[in-house]
């Protein structure tokens, strides 16, 4: 019996098809079960129907670990035809959709690839092209329409409302991508809204901006959200020109819950702290302090508080309040991917976020992971021990004993500490000396006799 060698070729194309038939098979694979020859077919048939359908997926930007789930979960896909498919996907990328965006819209809305819905919308989605609209708006319209059953004439209605209403091209872009539901809204709904902010002595032009800036506010209720939200402005007893003023100047205050502002203002009131932090906190006025703390907030209930915590951390560290969202976000990514801490660790350590994120915690903690990795720490150093240790104890526990850490640290290197006023300074504070005549000479001399 002679036997025919396997390349190397040979063995990987098997190996490669024996992965993909078991990677896909959705059975258990037992071979101690009889199987019919036609089942066996089926089966085979199938599997490699799920191949050439990942093949296709993985071409237009589907990565490897997110296709098994993909297909797991759309099994139509497998009854559909392939050709079609791909033609699909062709036409979802000539609307300049980045890759990106064509897997989030495919693995959220998994029914646009039908050929016959996407060749309809094919010469609309090139018409709003026109308008300049980004790929982001041509991306959750094309999911907008195939799930609510939305026609070109219907969207283009919509425009024409927009346009109608005297809106620059800049807003009509904006409230298309900011918010795509409004082509669920009729005219008269949109007149509404917009008639409330007349109503409260915006001008037009002032509207406009609201909408470029919060294009949401056309997705919120009157009577039920914006009214009361208003009357809310009023019993705190702020005026109609300054709510006017500063919804315009930042329309995201439509934004707020009923009853947040008043917690966020009665936060506010009970705060202890340095009259310096108090006066930046409201060097804007009460209104935008109050909005300014909904912001920090929200940030910090988005990276892993609840509200309670938050309010409780914004109240025994108020200099965050002062501070920029990005710089909370910083200090908040470095405690937990860095440093392994989890976020409800600033329930214990406000001081966290109040402190310089350069000059203090990373250099910190620089130097006690050095020292944890030699073996150097006699006992571990919590973040509270990190932080709240002034910075000369810091130096003499960390970094003193070991001189290779002074380069880590940075503060206080080789021992000492650098003037904080130039040099030659010290010459003003010197007082003038006036030469001494003989006449007082003799004056301090006849007095000092008259002690004697």
Same mark, same amino acid.
């Given at each position: +019996?002679?036997?025919?060698?396997?390349?190397?070729?040979?063995?990987?194309?098997?190996?490669?098809?024996?992965?993909?038939?078991?990677?896909?098979?959705?059975?258990?694979?037992?071979?101690?079960?009889?199987?019919?020859?036609?089942?066996?077919?089926?089966?085979?048939?199938?599997?490699?129907?799920?191949?050439?359908?990942?093949?296709? &997926?993985?071409?237009?930007?589907?990565?490897?670990?997110?296709?098994?789930?993909?297909?797991?979960?759309?099994?139509?896909? &497998?009854?559909?035809?392939?050709?079609?498919?791909?033609?699909?996907?062709?036409?979802?990328?000539?609307?300049?959709?980045?890759?990106?965006?064509?897997?989030?819209?495919?693995?959220?809305?998994?029914?646009?690839?039908?050929?016959?819905?996407?060749?309809?919308?094919?010469?609309?989605?090139?018409?709003?092209?026109?308008?300049?609209?980004?790929?982001?708006?041509?991306?959750?319209?094309?999911?907008?329409?195939?799930?609510?059953?939305?026609?070109?004439?219907?969207?283009?209605?919509?425009?024409?409302?927009?346009?109608?209403?005297?809106?620059?091209?800049?807003?009509?872009?904006?409230?298309?991508?900011?918010?795509?539901?409004?082509? @669920?809204?009729?005219?008269?709904?949109?007149?509404?809204?917009?008639?409330?902010?007349?109503?409260?002595?915006?001008?037009?032009?002032?509207?406009?901006?609201?909408?470029?800036?919060? %294009?949401?506010?056309?997705?919120?209720?009157?009577?039920? !959200?914006?009214?009361?939200?208003?009357?809310? /402005? !009023?019993?705190?007893?702020?005026?109609?020109?300054?709510?006017?003023?500063?919804?315009?100047?930042? %329309?995201? /205050?439509?934004?707020?819950? &009923?009853?947040?502002?008043?917690?966020?203002?009665?936060?506010?009131?009970?705060?202890?702290?340095?009259?310096?932090?108090?006066?930046?906190?409201?060097?804007?006025?009460?209104?935008?302090?109050?909005?300014?703390? $909904?912001?920090?907030?929200?940030?910090?209930?988005?990276?892993?508080? *609840?509200?309670?915590?938050?309010?409780?951390?914004?109240?025994?560290?108020?200099?965050?309040?002062?501070?920029?969202?990005?710089? *909370?976000?910083?200090?908040?990514?470095?405690?937990?991917? !860095? +440093?392994?801490?989890?976020?409800?660790?600033?329930?214990?350590?406000?001081?966290? @976020?109040?402190?310089?994120?350069?000059?203090?915690?990373?250099?910190?903690?620089?130097?006690?992971?050095?020292?944890?990795?030699?073996?150097?720490?006699?006992?571990?150093?919590?973040?509270?021990?990190?932080? $709240?240790?002034?910075?000369?104890?810091?130096?003499?526990?960390?970094?003193?004993?070991?001189?290779?850490?002074?380069?880590?640290?940075? !503060?206080?290197?080789?021992?000492?500490?650098?003037?904080?006023?130039?040099?030659?300074?010290?010459?003003?504070?010197?007082?003038?000396?006036?030469?001494?005549?003989?006449?007082?000479?003799?004056? +301090?001399?006849?007095? +000092?006799?008259?002690?004697?």
């Amino acid at each position: +019996m002679s036997f025919k060698s396997l390349t190397r070729t040979t063995l990987h194309s098997l190996t490669t098809a024996t992965k993909a038939r078991f990677f896909f098979s959705t059975k258990p694979n037992n071979p101690h079960v009889p199987v019919s020859f036609s089942h066996n077919n089926k089966s085979q048939s199938q599997y490699r129907k799920q191949i050439s359908l990942a093949n296709i &997926l993985q071409k237009y930007g589907f990565s490897p670990s997110q296709l098994h789930g993909f297909i797991s979960k759309n099994h139509f896909l &497998l009854n559909s035809n392939l050709h079609d498919l791909e033609r699909s996907l062709c036409v979802l990328l000539s609307f300049e959709i980045t890759q990106k965006s064509l897997v989030s819209l495919i693995n959220d809305c998994p029914a646009v690839l039908n050929f016959q819905f996407l060749e309809k919308w094919q010469m609309g989605v090139s018409r709003f092209q026109d308008l300049g609209v980004s790929s982001l708006f041509v991306r959750n319209f094309l999911e907008l329409s195939k799930r609510f059953h939305i026609d070109p004439d219907g969207a283009f209605e919509t425009l024409k409302v927009l346009k109608g209403l005297g809106f620059s091209e800049g807003t009509v872009r904006r409230v298309l991508e900011g918010f795509p539901m409004v082509v @669920l809204m009729n005219e008269g709904a949109i007149l509404m809204r917009i008639e409330f902010l007349c109503g409260i002595g915006i001008s037009r032009e002032g509207v406009d901006r609201i909408l470029y800036f919060f %294009p949401e506010i056309l997705g919120f209720g009157v009577e039920d !959200r914006l009214k009361p939200l208003l009357d809310e /402005f !009023r019993d705190w007893g702020f005026t109609e020109d300054v709510i006017r003023k500063e919804i315009v100047k930042e %329309p995201r /205050f439509l934004s707020m819950e &009923l009853g947040e502002l008043s917690r966020c203002i009665e936060l506010l009131k009970t705060l202890k702290c340095r009259e310096a932090i108090k006066y930046k906190i409201f060097s804007e006025g009460a209104f935008r302090a109050g909005f300014e703390v $909904k912001r920090r907030v929200d940030c910090l209930c988005k990276l892993g508080l *609840i509200r309670r915590e938050a309010f409780k951390v914004l109240w025994m560290e108020p200099r965050v309040i002062t501070y920029e969202i990005e710089n *909370i976000e910083e200090k908040i990514d470095f405690l937990v991917h !860095r +440093m392994k801490c989890n976020a409800g660790c600033l329930v214990e350590v406000p001081e966290f @976020l109040g402190v310089n994120f350069h000059k203090q915690i990373v250099p910190r903690y620089n130097v006690i992971e050095y020292l944890r990795g030699k073996g150097g720490l006699a006992s571990e150093v919590g973040l509270k021990d990190l932080i $709240k240790s002034s910075r000369l104890r810091f130096y003499n526990l960390y970094v003193k004993p070991y001189p290779e850490c002074e380069k880590i640290f940075g !503060r206080f290197s080789g021992g000492q500490v650098k003037s904080k006023h130039p040099a030659g300074l010290w010459k003003l504070f010197k007082p003038p000396s006036y030469p001494q005549s003989e006449n007082d000479v003799n004056n +301090m001399k006849s007095f +000092m006799e008259s002690l004697v």
